[in-house]
Nanobody
Framework: QVQLVESGGGLVQAGGSLRLSCAAS????????MGWYRQAPGKQRELVVS???????NYGDSVKDRFTISRDNAKKTVYLQMNSLKPEDTAVYYC??????????????WGQGTQVTVSS
């Protein structure tokens, strides 16, 4: 079993910054990719950014040049630095990861989500 624990959400004014963290623990043999998705009320969950084990990143168009993902492989942790926040960034942010498990299986896990609210 794998647990993803997110932290760092909260309330911030437009133009401000927040930093989210996501730490993975459990029976992980390797990390294929980790990333962040978000879901605003009444909308579908969308990709914010993902990073592969090789360091390749994929950013959603709406966050390019404002958000930055980083990782600490030793700690199995990814961080999301969010700058120049806008009210439309308000959402529940979910961490996820594709992990190598026993018997060479790869499984995706999700965190419980953390609320980010940007006031205008």
């Amino acid at each position: 079993q794998v647990q993803l624990v997110e932290s760092g959400g909260g309330l911030v004014q437009a133009g401000g910054s927040l930093r989210l963290s996501c730490a993975a623990s459990g029976s992980i043999l390797g990390i294929n990719a980790m990333g962040w998705y978000r879901q605003a009320p009444g909308k579908q969950r969308e990709l914010v950014v993902s990073v592969t084990s090789g360091g390749s990143t994929n950013y959603g168009d709406s966050v390019k040049d404002r958000f930055t993902i980083s990782r600490d492989n030793a700690k199995k942790t990814v961080y999301l630095q969010m700058n120049s926040l806008k009210p439309e960034d308000t959402a529940v942010y979910y961490c996820n990861g594709d992990f190598l498990m026993v018997a060479n299986s790869i499984r995706r896990y999700w965190g419980q989500g953390t609320q980010v609210t940007v006031s205008s």
